[in-house]
Every structure is written in structure tokens, then in C-alpha cells.
């Protein structure tokens, strides 16, 4: 696998044309960036040095120097962007090929070296595989599902930035990814090419934000927003920090888990300048639990950022009880929280993906009372139609008025619990004399005997009274 990957990567080269990815010379001028440092800052030095250490080690991966291969900007310029190079590290043959290639007019390709390492090449069905590399069945069942499920563009309030909760909106950036996900929600975004927002956009979203005091969380998005340079979305962040009623800044990214090598010490040392920032990233298999990522997740907690995880329920993934509460508990052991499950949404070329709600279920009453409640995630459906999230749960309230409700425990025991009266059971006080024994009282309420045993010690005046 190692080697095969090197001589893929060896085959690379990336003009400035093909980075960031379908990005025209006219887009990176007018965006927030310049070439100097965005996406990602390589002099044309450095990769010349990069191409030239690429073509002497297309024999081995294990020869590739560390020092390349930890360096995030060399993992984003050599990415695997055809099918001719997946095909030197997975074996395909000609048929699959064929149809992989045309999925890919459709639904681009691109994957991370790093992630790619992690793939089971003699396993069709490794569950990595399925995130990362194209199948047939996108465009063979694209005519089921929606472009824009969740319609975005119509809380679009002005152009990159959706508000659609009363005190929180959602500031899309880029839609360049390090990777592409073969379950992204937002897969129409893929044919228009690689964009950034220009200078104009942001400002527009940052003036709508100082416009609307309503507003105190913030989720900066994509693609994945992690793909700016670590100024350019300081720039950003800085601004946003600046508005009085912003409270919180999230940050979606699956940096961490596709492309770990991008939280370095410079990105983290920024963040930690403009809390509180939370990062929501998106594990979907223990197997991508790393010491990579797992490094990423560390410097992310210990510069005071953190980390929530958001998994996607996909078929063949992640869609068992054992897979998912062993996911869940490795975040755990990785200082990342398991905060929600999602249903995989109806996007058109995911449908081969997606799996019944009832599997959702049933996977969380596999997990709830099995493991600590700390692992198991809210399962939650994004309804179409910018109708929000929903979560979804087992049924354990099997029975309620108002006088009590049936329950059932994880186990499948069944119990009443009594219901409290909405106005609450209220019980005269009553002085009681002070005394140095215990003695029988009687308190009355609603002309009903209520028999108490009461110690009082004489002269204690707060200790006199009580009520039922």
C-alpha cells in the first residue's frame, strides 16, 4: 500500500491552474486571498523541491522524507484527483475504471495522501474507501434525492451566510475541501469549481452580523474552512470578535480527521487568542481514530478549543451498534465529544449511502445504558426544507397522564413513574414546639392525617418547622 501510494504520488503534478481546485487565476484575484499564502502558501521553490522528492521516491512511500509528508501544504498540493491514480494504489479493472471515470464528470474526485493511506486496498467494502473513492452507483441513483435538501439558498440572507435560527447563523466561505466527501451535503457545490468569498462577500456577511443583535453564535463552514491560510481567517475571526453581541465561533472542519497535519502550532496559537472557539469535526469510523488525528484533537483541547464530533449514519460505514460505540468511546479517549448522529440527507448521488431511520434507532438504543452517556451521540434528521433538526430517540416513554407515566429502561424492564402535579404539592407549615426528644406530630392537609417523626433540639429557632 505504501509504495503503490508513492508512485501515485510520484506520477502528480499541480499547476497553478489545478490549485485550489477549479479556481481560475480571475477567482483567486478578486477572493480574500493572495497568492502569496492561499490555498496553500507554496513558493514555486517549494514545489519544485516537492516534485523533485516526489519523483525520487515513486518506489516506496516509506522513503517519501517525514518532514514532506507532516507538512500539510505538500498533503493538499498531492492530492489524488483522477481515477488513473487511484488505480496505482487500488485494483481496479478496466469496467470499473471506465465507470469510475465517468462518476467522476458528474462528482469530481479528491483525496488526501494521508487518508488514502488508510484504506484497505484488498477490501472492496473498507469502510474508508466508501467515504473517499467514487462508485457507480452516484449517478446511477442520482435522479432520487434533492440538490439542496436542507435550502440553504433560501435563508440565504445575503450571499454566503445563512440564517435560519433566531440567534445563529452560518458563514460559508469556501466551498474547497481537502477532501472530497462521497456524502457531502453540499456535493452541488462540486461542479462550480473551487471558490473563495472575495473581501466584498465577507464584509457583507460581517455587516449583516453587526446589523442584527439577535445573532451571538456563529458556524464558519464550507467546504471546510480550515482550507484558508491561518491569517486569512484570523482576518476573518478578528472581525467577528470585534461585534460586542457575538458570543460563540464555531468552526466546522474535517481537517482534523482528512488532513490532520493542518493543525499546527501556528493555527492553534491563533485560535486560542479569539475564544471561546469550539471546532465541530466529523469522524465516522474508529479506524480513522489516528495518532495523527488524535494529535490534531490534543493541540485543538490544549489551546482551549473544543472539539465536538458529527457523524453522518452511512451504510456499510458505520451502521451497527459495535461500529459506532466503538467510534464513540475512541473519541472519548481522544478529548473529542460525540455530539450529534446525523441521518445521512437526501442529496442527490448519496442515496446508495443512506440508510433507514429505524437503524438510527435502533443504534442508540444499543448504545444507551451499554456505554457511558457521555458516548452516545443525539441522533438527529436535518428536515428538508430548512425545517431544522430534529432528534430522534427509542421510545421509552411508553404511556403518560397526569397522574403517571410507563417507562422503559435499557434493559426492557418496564416502570411508573408518578407524575408531579403542575402546580406542584403544597403542605401548610406548621410550628412545632421545641423539643429535646423525638415525638409523634400530626400535620393536617386537604383533612388527611399525615403522620411525621420529627427530632427538634431545644433552642435551635431555624429548626422548627417543617413542611410536607
Given at each position: 500500500m505504501k509504495e503503490s501510494l508513492t508512485n501515485s504520488i510520484g506520477?502528480?503534478?499541480?499547476?497553478?491552474?489545478?490549485?485550489?481546485?477549479?479556481?481560475?487565476?480571475?477567482?483567486?484575484?478578486?477572493?480574500?486571498?493572495?497568492?502569496?499564502?492561499?490555498?496553500?502558501?507554496?513558493?514555486?521553490?517549494?514545489?519544485?523541491?516537492?516534485?523533485?522528492?516526489?519523483?525520487l521516491n515513486k518506489l516506496s512511500r516509506s522513503s517519501v522524507p517525514e518532514q514532506l509528508w507532516k507538512d500539510w501544504k505538500w498533503q493538499f498540493k498531492n492530492r489524488i484527483t483522477s481515477i488513473e491514480e487511484?488505480?496505482?494504489?487500488?485494483?481496479?479493472?478496466?469496467?470499473?475504471?471506465?465507470?469510475?471515470?465517468?462518476?467522476?464528470?458528474?462528482?469530481?474526485?479528491?483525496?488526501?495522501?494521508?487518508?488514502?493511506?488508510?484504506?484497505?486496498?484488498?477490501?472492496?467494502?473498507?469502510?474508508?474507501?466508501?467515504?473517499?473513492?467514487?462508485?457507480?452507483?452516484?449517478?446511477?441513483?442520482?435522479?432520487?434525492?434533492m440538490e439542496d435538501p436542507l435550502a440553504e439558498g433560501k435563508d440565504s440572507a445575503v450571499p454566503g451566510l445563512v440564517h435560519r435560527y433566531p440567534d445563529r447563523v452560518l458563514m460559508v466561505l469556501t466551498d474547497i475541501c481537502p477532501m472530497l466527501c462521497r456524502h457531502c451535503t453540499r456535493k452541488r457545490e462540486w461542479r462550480h469549481g473551487g471558490w473563495v468569498r472575495t473581501n466584498?462577500?465577507?464584509?457583507?456577511?460581517?455587516?449583516?452580523?453587526?446589523?442584527?443583535?439577535?445573532?451571538?453564535?456563529?458556524?464558519?463552514?464550507?467546504?471546510?474552512?480550515?482550507?484558508?491560510?491561518?491569517?486569512?481567517?484570523?482576518?476573518?475571526?478578528?472581525?467577528?470578535?470585534?461585534?460586542?453581541?457575538?458570543?460563540?465561533?464555531?468552526?466546522?472542519?474535517r481537517y482534523p480527521v482528512v488532513l490532520p497535519q493542518r493543525i499546527d502550532d501556528e493555527l492553534c496559537a491563533m485560535l486560542s487568542e479569539y475564544g471561546p472557539i469550539w471546532l465541530n469535526t466529523h469522524f465516522n469510523h474508529y479506524r480513522e481514530i489516528t495518532p495523527e488525528s488524535t494529535a490534531a484533537c490534543d493541540k485543538l483541547v490544549r489551546s482551549g478549543v473544543?472539539?465536538?464530533?458529527?457523524?453522518?449514519?452511512?451504510?456499510?460505514?458505520?451502521?451497527?451498534?459495535?461500529?459506532m460505540k466503538k467510534l464513540c468511546q475512541g473519541l472519548l479517549k481522544i478529548k473529542v465529544r460525540p455530539y450529534y448522529l446525523y441521518q445521512c440527507d437526501e442529496v442527490q448521488g448519496t442515496e446508495h449511502l443512506r440508510t433507514p431511520v429505524d437503524t438510527g434507532i435502533k443504534i442508540i438504543e444499543g448504545m444507551r445504558g451499554h456505554?457511558?452517556?457521555?458516548?452516545?451521540?443525539?441522533?438527529?434528521?436535518?428536515?428538508?426544507?430548512?425545517?431544522?433538526?430534529?432528534?430522534?430517540?427509542?421510545?421509552?416513554?411508553?404511556k403518560k397522564n397526569k397522574e403517571s407515566l410507563l417507562l422503559r429502561n435499557y434493559e426492557g424492564n418496564l416502570y411508573r413513574y408518578r407524575n408531579p402535579k403542575s402546580n406542584g404539592n403544597k403542605r401548610q407549615a406548621v410550628q412545632l414546639p421545641l423539643v429535646a426528644k423525638e415525638k409523634e406530630s400530626v400535620v393536617t392537609r386537604e383533612k388527611e392525617p399525615v403522620y411525621v417523626r420529627v427530632m427538634r433540639k431545644q433552642g435551635v429557632t431555624d429548626e422548627n418547622r417543617v413542611i410536607l
Open positions: 506520477m502528480m503534478s499541480r499547476s497553478e491552474e489545478d490549485e485550489p481546485p477549479g479556481c481560475t487565476s480571475v477567482q483567486a484575484k478578486e477572493s480574500i486571498v493572495s497568492e502569496e499564502d492561499e490555498p496553500p502558501s507554496c513558493t514555486v521553490e517549494q514545489v519544485s523541491a516537492h516534485e523533485k522528492s516526489a519523483e487511484v488505480a496505482q494504489v487500488l485494483p481496479l479493472t478496466q469496467d470499473e475504471m471506465s465507470q469510475l471515470k465517468m462518476v467522476t464528470m458528474k462528482y469530481p474526485l479528491s483525496i488526501t495522501p494521508y487518508y488514502l493511506s488508510l484504506i484497505n486496498p484488498d477490501d472492496p467494502e473498507d469502510p474508508i474507501r466508501k467515504q473517499a473513492v467514487p462508485c457507480f452507483e452516484e449517478i446511477a441513483m442520482s435522479d432520487i434525492g466584498d462577500e465577507i464584509e457583507a456577511m460581517i455587516e449583516y452580523i453587526r446589523q442584527h443583535t439577535e445573532v451571538r453564535d456563529i458556524v464558519m463552514s464550507g467546504g471546510d474552512p480550515l482550507t484558508l491560510s491561518t491569517k486569512t481567517l484570523e482576518k476573518v475571526i478578528s472581525k467577528l470578535r470585534s461585534i460586542n453581541h457575538v458570543e460563540i465561533i464555531r468552526i466546522g472542519s473544543p472539539v465536538n464530533n458529527q457523524s453522518v449514519l452511512l451504510r456499510g460505514i458505520n451502521d451497527n451498534v459495535e461500529t456505554t457511558s452517556g457521555l458516548a452516545v451521540p443525539t441522533f438527529v434528521i436535518d428536515l428538508p426544507e430548512g425545517g431544522g433538526k430534529v432528534p430522534i430517540q427509542p421510545d421509552y416513554l411508553l
